[in-house]
């Protein structure tokens, strides 16, 4: 059975930084995105990762402050937060999807796996 479990959400500063982490069950030929739903609004996406993870994807609004990384020895993604907002308060998801191609997935109705997810509070 798949299994994605997220870890390293907390209470930061804005400004400050945070790290979380996803591991993952099985086989690692399969893409990785992160996703976020805070109160009251819709899940977006955040970042995403090829297989290889040569290719990465960002939505605007972590561009320049987020990063998103893996070792597959490990079966691990990790999203890097950096200079957090307020507004990235959310709870943080991340997703997988079996693929071949080298591509990183942008979709969220394209992932087959989630995680049960994440809180991160940015206090101001």
């Known amino acids: 059975q798949v299994q994605l479990v997220e870890s390293g959400g907390g209470l930061v500063q804005a400004g400050g930084s945070l790290r979380l982490s996803c591991t993952a069950s099985?086989?690692?030929?399969?893409?990785v995105g992160w996703f976020r739903r805070a109160p009251g609004k819709e899940r977006e996406f955040v970042a995403a990762?090829?297989?290889?993870?040569?290719?990465?994807d960002y939505t605007d609004s972590v561009k320049g402050r987020f990063t998103i990384s893996r070792d597959n020895a490990k079966n691990t993604v990790y999203l890097q937060m950096s200079s957090v907002k307020p507004e990235d308060t959310a709870v943080y998801y991340c997703?997988?999807?079996?693929?071949?191609?080298?591509?990183?997935?942008?979709?969220?109705?394209?992932?087959?796996?989630w995680g049960q997810g994440t809180q991160v509070t940015v206090s101001s």
């Open positions: 990762i090829s297989l290889s993870g040569r290719l990465t």
């Open positions: 099985g086989r690692t030929v399969y893409a």
């Open positions: 997703a997988r999807k079996v693929m071949f191609q080298d591509i990183p997935v942008v979709r969220g109705e394209r992932y087959d796996y």
